[in-house]
């Protein structure tokens, strides 16, 4: 699909220029003792803002085309290249360049000055740089491979949680630099934005928070929440993408903050010397737990643990020694703990089903699987976390979801009352300087978002709606 946009990069360099002139050119009023107008230097930037949009607007246009279930010619000639540009396009594309190899979601841009092909820049998707051409008088003049250089650095993000924590980073956790323009104004500057967010919030709610905040039940409007992240910046082309979460705080509207503090450190079992990144609480205590809270993302829990339930197929009152969650055909269903799998068959009325046996006398259970992880066996070892298996409809079973239980010495436990053994502790030398650095951390992080950050309330516990429904709650498996 074609896209026209303008170039807003070089926009924003002359305005910044013309801004930066205004700002710190000193009125004639000035000269004589009279004070500044800032508001008429405000008024008159934008006058030049408008003017300039309106210069650059009849000057250049960039055009994007994505390669689809086509090939590279037909992306070209999506850019308005035709004849002998478009030949010579192809070939040094091809030849000179050696980009034989397309792949669907692979872009082009086409830069044009007064209507003249200036540049083009081809991105592999498959790898952190671009190709580029430059014209002279029609004609390819220079071309090259461009490689991404990288430079790492920090960003603090505030959000107010109104709706859903996807909204609230999309509204708020975008970089303003995400592309080179500073604006979404093609496909792939759109589904950059997509990815970005996706990237964030999944590190955010299923990997450093998991273990503390159901994100189903527990997040409500007036939930505050501020991250420290590092981001990749690519200054060759302007783009900028998200790397991994240093720190976060999420704070509750009816009380209570969930925290997570970063700590570098190599492990005492490690076989290679390798510096690896864990997440603590406050007191040093480590964010995971020996279980996850749920086996699925964004779980809705369609039937909860009872003694005794009416069963939607059977008809008839049974004990239902597990929770489902329902979730879209096809979830991933991860195993939440570390353990081996015992059973990996259908089970009957659970379906295609799948056990873990875990240490501490614990043992898992996951049901009406669609379908099994690839590469896994009854015996084989999985890591908390681990897909084993996705969401289905198997046995008995009135919609998509899948039944987890657990068992404690060969025993039925409720997994949402289960209290979950903490994994290791900083201790000592480890947790002295660990407290000296989350120190200077937070320090750091609060002069970033411009305020004194909450810290938690020791009186004040954390409360998960999960962990308050009644057994009687009952509803469509």
């Not at 970005?196 to 409500?220: C, G, M, N, P, W």
């Amino acid at each position: 699909m074609l896209r026209n946009r303008r170039n807003w990069a070089a926009v924003a360099l002359i305005v910044a220029a013309i801004g930066v002139t205004l700002v710190f050119t000193k009125s004639g009023e000035e000269s004589i003792g009279g004070h500044w107008d800032f508001q008429n230097s405000i008024e008159a930037m934008e006058v030049c803002r408008i003017e300039m949009l309106t210069i650059v607007a009849d000057t250049i246009d960039i055009y994007t085309s994505t390669i689809g279930d086509g090939f590279l010619g037909g992306a070209v000639r999506e850019l308005g290249i035709s004849g002998g540009q478009y030949l010579s396009t192809c070939g040094v594309l091809m030849d000179s360049l050696g980009w034989n190899v397309q792949r669907a979601g692979d872009t082009l841009t086409a830069t044009y000055n007064h209507g003249q092909l200036s540049e083009l820049r081809a991105y592999p998707g498959n790898r952190r740089g671009f190709y580029r051409i430059l014209f002279s008088e029609g004609s390819p003049s220079l071309w090259e491979y461009v490689p991404q250089e990288r430079w790492i650095r920090q960003r603090a993000i505030s959000c107010d949680i109104s709706t859903t924590v996807w909204a609230a980073l999309w509204d708020t956790a975008l970089p303003p630099d995400l592309t080179e323009s500073g604006i979404l104004v093609s496909s792939r500057d759109s589904s950059r934005a997509v990815g970005y967010i996706s990237e964030l919030q999944r590190a955010l709610t299923d990997r450093l928070f998991v273990y503390d905040i159901d994100f189903y039940y527990d997040v409500k409007v007036g939930d505050k929440l501020w991250i420290l992240i590092e981001e990749n910046r690519y200054p060759m082309d302007g783009e900028t993408g998200f790397r991994r979460i240093l720190a976060a705080k999420y704070q509750f509207a009816h009380g209570g903050i969930a925290e997570a503090f970063p700590f570098f450190h190599r492990p005492e079992d490690a076989e290679v010397a390798e510096i690896i990144l864990d997440h603590y609480h406050r007191d040093g205590a480590s964010l995971r737990t020996m279980f996850l809270k749920m086996p699925v993302p964004y779980g809705r829990i369609s039937s909860s643990y009872s003694s005794g339930r009416m069963h939607p197929v059977l008809g008839y009152t049974r004990a239902h020694r597990g929770i489902d969650y329902a979730s879209p055909m096809g979830t991933e269903i991860y195993a939440v703990g570390d353990g081996t799998i015992t059973v990996r068959s259908w089970c009957g009325g659970y379906g295609n089903m799948v056990r873990v046996r875990h240490a501490n006398g614990y043992e898992t259970g996951y049901g009406h699987m669609n379908g099994y992880a690839a590469g896994q066996s009854v015996g084989g070892y999985v890591r908390q976390g681990e897909i084993i298996g996705y969401v289905g409809s198997t046995g008995l079973s009135t919609g998509p979801h899948v039944h987890f239980e657990m068992k404690r010495n060969g025993e039925y436990v409720n997994p949402a009352t289960e209290i979950m053994p903490p994994a290791d502790p900083l201790e000592g030398e480890e947790l002295s300087r660990f407290l000296s650095e989350m120190t200077v951390i937070e320090a750091q992080w609060s002069m970033l978002v411009g305020i004194d950050l909450p810290v938690p309330d020791p009186e004040v516990e954390i409360e998960s709606d999960t962990d308050v429904q009644t057994e009687s709650e009952e509803s469509a498996e």
